[in-house]
């Protein structure tokens, strides 16, 4: 099953050059969601927020 899905990853991709941090914030979100302190959307938006300024603030062009 691996081996067939590997022909389907898109060769150009790249993890992100702060992937740690954005999945530390996932993690510490969706802990908090699942601790009953805001839904999975409002998670997922502060992630979202979290993750653009961060960028934004290491210099990159961020869009979304």
């Known amino acids: 099953i691996f081996k067939d899905s590997s022909a389907m990853v898109d060769p150009s991709f790249q993890w992100s050059p702060f992937q740690d941090y954005a999945d530390q914030i996932l993690m510490e979100e969706l802990s908090t969601a699942a601790a009953g302190q805001g839904s999975l959307v409002e998670a997922i938006d502060r992630v979202q927020e979290q ?6 603030e290491q210099g990159f062009t961020v869009s979304t």
């Open 51 to 56: 993750i653009v300024a961060f960028a934004s």
